[in-house]
Structure formats: C-alpha cells, structure tokens
C-alpha cells in the first residue's frame, strides 16, 4: 500500500499537490500548521480540502514561530504589501519555514512507512523564496535520505514537488483536470476573517493571472474594497 503525506496549507498549490498525491497513493495524510500566520483563515479551507479529498488523517501542528518576527506574513507591525512584480525575495519569505515543515513531514513519514512526501513549491511564478528553488528539493531529498533509518536501508522517503516547474496557470489547469474545486481554496496573504481574498498582494496577483491564463473562471471570493 502506497502512503504519502502531503504539506496542505489551504492554498491553490497545495491542494493541487493533493488531488495528484491522491491519483499516485492509496493513502493520503495531510499535514497543516498554524505558525503564527496573519492569514488564519487558510487553515479552515485546509480543513475543508482535507475533507474533499478524503484524506485518511490530517494534522495541524502548533509551531511558536511567530514571534520570532522576520516575516511580514507573522510580524503585525510589517505589512503584507500589494504585488510588485520585482524579482527580489518578497517580505513575505517565513524564515526557514519549508525546511522546518519538511522536516517534521519528514518524521511523520517515517513513522507511517510512507513513500512520499508532497509539496507544493513552484519556482516559475513565485515570491523568490529561496526554498522554492530545484536547488533546495534536490538538498533536502539529500538530507532525507542521510537523516532517516529507511534512506539508511536504500528505502529512501521521496520529496515530491511536481509542481515545480509548472506556472500558476499549467498548475490551476491540472488541477481542473483533477477535480480541485478552487472555490473552498484560500491563496491570499491578507484574507479576512470571513476568508474573503485583497485581490492586490503577490498571492492574489498570481492567483488571478493563473485563472486568466488557463482560461479557467476565477472562483476567488473578493474583499469589497477589492
């Protein structure tokens, strides 16, 4: 029986990556956290997509990594601003926050005997973070394989990030093809507490292309300042 577990933030990507864990695996687990994020609401929708897809198990982990500041997605007094489209890291980058999910993924993982786990970085249309690159999955699937009892015994838990290479609008066109329903996803980095989306921060800009690339219509919820 094939097992994978999936990183779910309740965002577009992610939930992508799960409807393609769930064609590949028998058995799904997801794994969420709530770290301190301004943007809460997208741990209800991980709630709901979890559900959708009928995962087995679904985990949200607490982590204290919002006061450490750093991030403009856990610091109140640094605001998430409106896209720019340049290409520096956004003040949205969380400090080491993929190395630390992937490595608690990681331990779940072995502990369930999985084979895989999921995650949805792109490096195509993306906020520059450093650990969205080809160059980090590559790292960390070697760390996985050195750190874990099963990558020890030539079993090796893979790091599976298919979206990597794939724009906002080949991801949201998979998906689609996948039955991913949009409409229960939450992508923006200022969604309100009724989960409504700003419409203007880098997520909701590169939500809203995608949609008009893949000649999808955009099921996204605005704010009605948006």
Partial sequence: MKKAVVLL???????TCLALAKQKNDV???LSFSYG???????????KIAQYFHVDQHEIISLPMGHWGGSALTDPSTPVLDYTGKSEIAT?????????????????????????IFI???????????DCRPQYIEA??????????TGVEANPIMIEAPLL?????????????????????????????????????????????????AGVKDPTLYSAAH
């Fill in 9 to 15: 933030s309740g965002g577009l990507d992610s939930s």
């Fill in 28 to 30: 799904c687990f997801a």
């Fill in 165 to 213: 290479h794939l724009s906002k609008a080949e991801t949201i066109a998979l998906g689609a093809s996948l039955g991913v329903d949009y409409s229960i996803t939450i992508s923006c980095y200022r969604a309100n507490a009724n989960g409504l989306a700003c419409g203007t921060c880098d997520s909701c800009e590169l939500r809203k292309r995608g949609f008009k690339e």
């Fill in 92 to 116: 949205t980058y969380v400090p080491a926050r993929n190395t630390i999910f992937l490595a608690i993924a990681l331990g779940w993982a072995e502990a369930l005997k999985a084979q895989s």
């Fill in 37 to 47: 994020q301004k943007h809460s609401p997208e741990l209800i929708a991980a709630k």
């Fill in 140 to 149: 960390f699937q070697k760390l996985a394989t050195l750190a874990t009892k």
């Fill in 120 to 130: 949805g970085v792109s490096s195509v249309d993306y906020s520059g973070y450093p």
